[in-house]
């Protein structure tokens, strides 16, 4: 078992390497930035998005996004549990997970269509208006609800995304 770190200590590759879930959560390294973490992942995530289209079919993107929200959910769960801390900014597990349920669905696009997305999504994930914030105060905590607090606002993040993304190609597109 991973003795807990304090509060404000931010894991360092020892802690990344610690444990598979680790490893999930904190985005293979990408939370471990010092500067702004969930940018840092949400681009991880693009990244690796665009390069795995490459060689997944839409159909084996889709399983692999859906299959990372309950492996997500277990590894945040365990990291924010080991780390102390309910909502810990190194992980970023949840907008990496986010970031590619949002590219599902508006690929095919142009880079500006994703960078458009992309600009979008961390608005929403930072900035949390209306129920980007009631996800992100309703699901806090620890054990099971912790997991599921730290990826519901990001999933309610890219739902709010999505629909601009939506209304603007409606009314313009």
Do not use: Y
Request: aromatic share 14%; glycine share 10%; with cysteine.
């Amino acid at each position: 078992m991973q003795p807990d770190l304090a509060p404000n200590v931010r894991p360092g590759v020892r802690f990344l390497l610690e444990h598979p879930a680790h490893l999930i959560a904190l985005g293979f390294g990408s939370g471990l930035s010092p500067v702004a973490p969930g940018t840092v992942g949400t681009l991880w995530g693009w990244l690796a998005f665009v390069v795995a289209q490459r060689w997944l079919s839409l159909p084996q993107l889709a399983f692999v996004t859906l299959a990372a929200l309950p492996v997500g959910w277990w590894a945040c769960t365990l990291t924010a549990r080991h780390m102390g801390i309910a909502d810990p900014g190194a992980v970023v597990w949840d907008e990496i997970v986010a970031i590619w349920l949002i590219l599902l669905l508006v690929m095919p696009t142009g880079l500006l269509g994703q960078c458009l997305a992309f600009v979008l999504f961390r608005f929403f994930d930072a900035v949390k208006p209306g129920p980007v914030a009631w996800a992100d105060q309703r699901f806090k905590g620890f054990g099971w609800r912790g997991g599921w607090g730290i990826l519901a606002d990001d999933l309610v993040a890219a739902a709010c995304t999505l629909l601009v993304i939506a209304l603007w190609r409606f009314l313009f597109g």
